[in-house]
């Protein structure tokens, strides 16, 4: 018993529709539960799907943590 047309059609337009939020997390974005929220609310309407694709595609950026305690605790050299 296979898939009916009209089932396969409904698969394909949820992927779709849900495509920025499988995007965002196969990326490993931080924001893929805020994709997930602009999908669902905002993204039957073409601006909110857009908006939900640019946010999973957007680059991620590189942050350097710093320990601000080692910093402040190292020796200091007097001369």
Not at 14 to 41: D, E, K, Q, W
Not at 48 to 76: D, F, K, S
Request: proline share 3%; hydrophobic share 55%; glycine share 8%.
């Amino acid at each position: 018993m296979g898939l009916g047309t009209d089932t396969l059609v409904i698969l394909f337009l949820f992927g779709i529709y849900f495509a920025p939020v499988l995007i965002a997390t196969s990326r490993g974005m931080n924001n893929a539960g805020s994709v997930l929220v602009v999908c669902l609310f905002l993204g039957w309407t073409v601006f909110g799907w857009i908006a939900a694709l640019v946010m999973a595609l957007h680059r991620r950026e590189a942050y350097t943590i710093v320990n601000v305690q080692e910093i402040l605790a190292a020796p200091t050299k007097t001369h």
